[in-house]
């Protein structure tokens, strides 16, 4: 196999990552992320790269009102953690009596590449693809710092996340 990792780290905590980062940086190795590992086409994995393995990092699971940086609250907000997958919060959302925009399958990781990818959803006519329905990512940047990025902050982050940008 031509794209695999010459480390790899299971990560449990922004710690963790920021360590991680300050590896591959000192170092000078590429890094690439997997949250579940789903990619067909091996997107989850970079020849010579350090791994970032998102699986065992902190889950979340409650529904709450989410206040971003504008002031703007939205209710029902359900935060995922980098490797949670469909299967830990469709119960979350069912037991609230709520939808989600999801994908299809219950061990794919809502916030990987499904996510990144727009998030198609057999709910996409009605409430949107997933990422139109992300208020806020919290994410460590490549330098270390870990960042809220939403609609009023980290514009630089939070806009390319959600897939703007240029695409010629």
């Known amino acids: ?9 299971a990560v449990a905590t922004v710690a963790d990552i920021q360590a991680a980062l ?6 000078d190795i590429s890094v690439s992320v997997k949250t579940s590992g789903h990619s067909y086409a091996g997107s989850s ?22 206040t971003d940086s504008c002031g703007t609250a939205t209710e029902q907000v359900l935060k995922v953690g ?3 997958v469909w ?16 994908g299809g399958g219950l061990t794919v990781a809502a916030a990987g590449g499904w996510l990144m990818g727009g998030g198609l959803s057999a709910l996409s006519r009605t409430f949107g693809y997933g990422i ?12 270390g710092v870990l960042r809220t990025a939403d609609a009023c902050s980290e514009p630089d982050h939070y806009w390319p996340l959600r897939g703007g940008g240029g695409g010629a």
């Not at 196999?1 to 780290?9: F, G, I, Q, T, W």
């Not at 393995?53 to 699971?61: D, I, L, Q, T």
């Open 45 to 66: 994995a970079m020849k010579g790269s350090l791994l970032i393995w998102m699986a065992e990092f902190e889950k979340f699971g409650t529904i709450a009102t989410h």
């Open 1 to 9: 196999m031509d794209n695999l990792p010459a480390y790899s780290v």
């Open 82 to 84: 980098g490797g949670q």
């Open 132 to 143: 139109d329905n992300v208020v806020a990512f919290e994410v460590v940047a490549a330098d």
């Open 22 to 27: 300050a590896f591959a940086s000192e170092h």
């Open 87 to 102: 299967g830990e919060a469709y119960p979350v959302v069912g037991d609230a009596g709520r939808d989600i925009v999801g």
